[in-house]
């Protein structure tokens, strides 16, 4: 068997604080280098981008 196949729930854990640890810095980076003004157009160009989106239809049989 191979080794980075092994199901292993302590390895999960410390891969995933190790991945949350780097976002947390990536959105730390992201919000000290961004002025609001920009994170504002960000937002705004993401909520006109889902307003031009067709409907998504979810069905119960689906979920």
């Given at each position: 068997m191979e080794e980075d196949k092994v199901n292993n729930p302590e390895?999960?854990?410390n891969d995933n604080a190790v991945d949350e640890k780097s976002y947390v810095e990536a959105a730390s980076k992201f919000i000290q280098e961004t002025?609001?003004?920009?994170?504002?157009?960000?937002?705004?160009a993401a909520r006109l981008k889902r307003?031009?989106?067709?409907?998504?239809w979810v069905f119960p049989e689906d979920t």
């Open positions: 390895t999960k854990t002025p609001l003004d920009k994170m504002h157009e960000i937002a705004e307003l031009m989106e067709p409907p998504k």
